[in-house]
């Protein structure tokens, strides 16, 4: 069983940055493929992006060159950092380990307002 936390959620000025991070229980973590999606109201959970245990990453076409996903498997951490914000942005984003069928945290809010 692997527990997942997220952290680092906020209110931030378009444009400005976010760095999340994920704190994963459990002995196995790093064989997990981790991810981060979000859900902006009204709408679907959509991927944000992806990174396999040996640090292969996978992005959605909108997050590419403003976001950077990154983990350390010593410290069971998948991080998000987020520049370049947008008021699109605003959603909630959830950490998970193994896709769809697997681990879901409870996910953490991104407000991008001015």
């Known amino acids: 069983q692997v527990q997942l936390v997220e952290s680092g959620g906020g209110l931030v000025q378009p444009g400005g940055s976010l760095r999340l991070s994920c704190a994963a229980s459990?002995?196995?973590?790093?064989?997990?493929?981790m991810g981060w999606y979000r859900q902006a109201p009204g709408k679907q959970r959509e991927l944000v992006a992806t990174?396999?245990?040996?640090?292969?990453?996978n992005y959605a076409d909108s997050m590419k060159g403003r976001f950077t996903i990154s983990r350390d498997n010593a410290k069971n951490m998948v991080n998000l950092q987020m520049n370049s914000l947008k008021p699109e942005d605003t959603a909630v984003y959830y950490c998970?380990?193994?896709?769809?069928?697997?681990?879901w945290g409870k996910g953490t809010l991104v407000t991008v307002s001015s």
């Open positions: 998970n380990a193994g896709g769809g069928l697997g681990h």
């Open positions: 459990g002995s196995r973590f790093s064989i997990y493929t």
């Open positions: 990174i396999t245990g040996g640090g292969y990453t």
